[in-house]
């Protein structure tokens, strides 16, 4: 199984905000995703389901960080 923890902690130091690293690691996670979705050609392999889990927490955190205001 693919170690997204390894890349995106190698990738932490180069942030200068917390939104700002959760907005590199986001960018992060759809590139890998697309980059898995091509790769094994499927959209419910347990690489893509993972990835996709990591990112739905990352955007949540993000979220929380910035709300939109209506």
């Known amino acids: 199984?693919?170690?997204?923890?390894?890349?995106l902690r190698s990738k932490a130091g180069n942030s200068f905000s917390p939104a700002v690293?959760?907005?590199d690691e986001i960018q992060f996670l759809r590139l890998k995703m697309e980059e898995i979705v091509l790769l094994e050609q499927s959209f419910t392999s347990d690489n893509v389901i993972l990835i996709s889990s990591m990112l739905d927490?990352?955007?949540n955190e993000y979220m929380k960080i910035n709300p939109?205001?209506?």
């Open 1 to 7: 199984m693919y170690s997204v923890e390894y890349d």
């Open 21 to 23: 690293a959760l907005e």
């Open 57 to 59: 927490v990352k955007i």
């Open 68 to 70: 939109r205001k209506a």
